[in-house]
């Protein structure tokens, strides 16, 4: 059994990934400017480590070199750096079932993205208007089609995004002042993410050296499928160089979605600026880390979807409690031979009526820990009750910056174990969660989404031997206002034992969609 040192060691480290099998190579430095080329040195190991000499050398004047090392590099991440209380800086290539896919994708994007001359053969721009579901589809799909036309993909300037300094002021995240300017330290797509292309130049290195990376104003030659027409038909006369690899070979049948997974894993690494707000994270909110197989639930009110009437907030589909989802994961831990009971879950939310309904949950049902990103949610069984309009978004954090490094922490936390996923694939947020949980995990999850189709739902239901759907039983009117109701199964999952919760909890949203005649199941369904 652990002890209470150990324990705490890994409550501080919980963002950890998973540690490959292979022993890490200990690197020893005696000058903080060999870092990057001893890093070079040795990329073909699978785990790099050393000890950090605090009293020597400041990691924040190491950390560009890492992140230099990483940015062509496709396959490797961290695992560790010093920051704060951490004396120990680890890197590594994961293990995993999709290892194979993701060298192959690796060596394509060191080729596709940082060869010599790339930036003058042309590009498909990547833009960032909005938040990060629809964003993260958007660059994943520009990436496949660039490639596809043997081009790169550049980033735009992150000014404007929603997870970005909102105001145009690099001061809070990436040091210097409040600008307007696109191209300013705040607005790079560096501030938040590792570079994408060997176009970029970084000037702010740690010696005050240009080096290659970072985002400039070199204007490489475009090429939009939507405004160009000979790159749309594929006939714009490009240098296609290539590593060569078949992609679709290597990942087979499901070679679009998994594509996609690497892409959406590879472009979102965080950069040392996103990092070390993890960091911070990480020591303010301690967290259980499953040491096995664990399960992610994704309970989320307050998504905005697309119906015959519109966009509106709250459709019937995600009118579900915290039992419902945890019903639907039972039969998907089963298929690898687990129990509910055995299984941790960790819950994914928007909600604070989830994380209150968590903490209350019978440990005979099992155990459902909050991630980082669903602590400090408001109830939205409040805002629906109160207001037929139902709940606007919940804004408890309002810097962008600190949302985003608590979401994808929590997705690496999540990463690390998790082997089932149940959520709202309705929604851009939930299917971006599940993509790029697998391109970072290097393996596909079993899933389950009561509205539109996720990841692997029909795999899964395939294993499983059930047929799902998603009819309006109802009126078209109340279908119209409130969207279509979740699917349900034959078989159906087994019900849950009871009493569910250890006190009144529960129920709040099965209450809201009877009072608008939108029973999430048939009577006959599941135990009331």
């Keep these: 059994m652990p002890t209470n040192d150990t324990r705490g060691t890994a409550l501080m480290r919980y963002a950890q990934l998973w540690l490959p099998l292979a022993a890490a190579l200990d690197l020893q430095l005696d000058r903080l400017e060999d870092l990057h080329a001893t890093l070079e040195a040795h990329e073909k190991e699978d785990v790099l480590e050393m000890t950090w000499p605090k009293q020597k050398w400041n990691y924040s004047d190491a950390a560009s070199q890492i992140d230099a090392f990483l940015a062509p590099r496709a396959d490797w991440r961290v695992v560790t750096e010093p920051w704060g209380r951490d004396t120990v800086l680890r890197l590594a290539r994961p293990a995993g079932p999709l290892a194979e896919l993701r060298d192959a994708f690796a060596k394509e994007w060191r080729v596709r993205q940082w060869a010599a001359g790339i930036c003058e053969e042309g590009f498909i721009q990547v833009a960032a208007p909005t938040v990060l579901g629809p964003n993260a589809h958007q660059w994943a799909d520009s990436l496949t089609t660039a490639w596809a036309r043997g081009l790169s993909i550049i980033p735009r300037s992150l000014m404007g995004w929603a997870y970005g300094p909102r105001d145009g002021s690099s001061g809070r995240l990436c040091g210097g002042g409040r600008s307007q300017d696109p191209f300013a330290p705040g607005n790079r797509w560096d501030c938040l993410f590792l570079p994408l292309t060997v176009c970029d130049e970084e000037l702010r290195h740690w010696d005050n050296e240009p080096r290659p990376f970072g985002f400039a104003r070199k204007q490489a030659r475009p090429c939009s499928p939507r405004h160009n027409l000979p790159c749309n038909s594929g006939t714009m006369k490009v240098k296609h160089q290539s590593a060569g690899t078949d ?60 119906t015959s009437g519109g966009s509106k907030f709250a459709s019937a589909s995600f009118m579900v409690d915290l039992e ?205």
Aim: aromatic letters at 6%.
């Design 247 to 306: 992609l679709r070979k290597v990942a087979g049948d499901d070679h679009l979605s998994l594509i996609r997974a690497m892409a959406m894993a590879a472009m979102l690494r965080p950069s040392r600026y996103l990092r070390r707000r993890q960091a911070v994270l990480r020591q303010s909110h301690p967290f259980p880390l499953p040491n096995a197989t664990c399960a992610l639930l994704q309970v989320r009110h307050h998504a905005r979807v697309e």
């Design 324 to 528: 419902d989802g945890l019903r639907d994961l039972g039969p998907l831990v089963g298929i690898d031979g687990r129990t509910l009971k055995e299984t941790p879950v960790l819950l994914l939310t928007d909600d604070g009526d989830m994380v209150g309904d968590a903490s209350l949950l019978n440990p005979e049902i099992g155990k459902v820990v909050p991630l980082p990103a669903s602590t400090g949610m408001t109830s939205s069984a409040q805002q629906f009750f109160g207001s037929r309009s139902g709940p606007h978004q919940n804004q408890i954090h309002t810097d962008g910056a600190t949302e985003l490094a608590r979401i994808l922490l929590s997705l690496d936390v999540a990463a690390r174990c998790a082997s089932a996923f149940v959520g709202d694939c309705t929604s851009n947020f939930a299917r971006f969660v599940v993509t790029y949980m697998t391109g970072v995990s290097l393996k596909t999850p079993w899933s389950f989404s009561p509205g539109r189709n996720c990841f692997s739902d029909m795999k899964t239901d395939a294993k499983l031997n059930r047929r799902c759907e998603r009819p309006c039983r109802i009126s078209p009117e109340v279908c119209k206002e409130f969207g279509e109701p979740p699917r349900t199964c034959l078989p159906p999952p087994p019900n849950l034992t009871q009493p569910i919760f250890t006190g009144p909890a529960g129920g709040r949203f099965k209450r809201l969609a009877a009072e608008k005649g939108m029973e999430r199941r048939p009577a006959d369904y599941r135990h009331t």
